[in-house]
């Protein structure tokens, strides 16, 4: 996947990426979104044109 370049990161994701986007939500620093989604997928979500 990531040598095809369909991983735009180029890396594969890891606990701490994922361990801050809990830690973020856990401390209440994104009090104005809500009801979101948030993708934590190294940018492989977003279309490709």
Do not use: M, Q, Y
């Not at 009801?35 to 190294?42: A, H, K, R, Y």
């Amino acid at each position: 996947l990531i040598d095809g370049g369909l991983v735009p990161a180029k890396r594969w994701g890891e606990a701490s990426d994922i361990g801050a986007v809990v830690a973020t939500l856990a401390g209440g620093k994104l009090g104005f979104s809500t009801g979101s989604i948030i993708n934590v997928d190294g940018a492989l979500s977003v279309p490709r044109l």
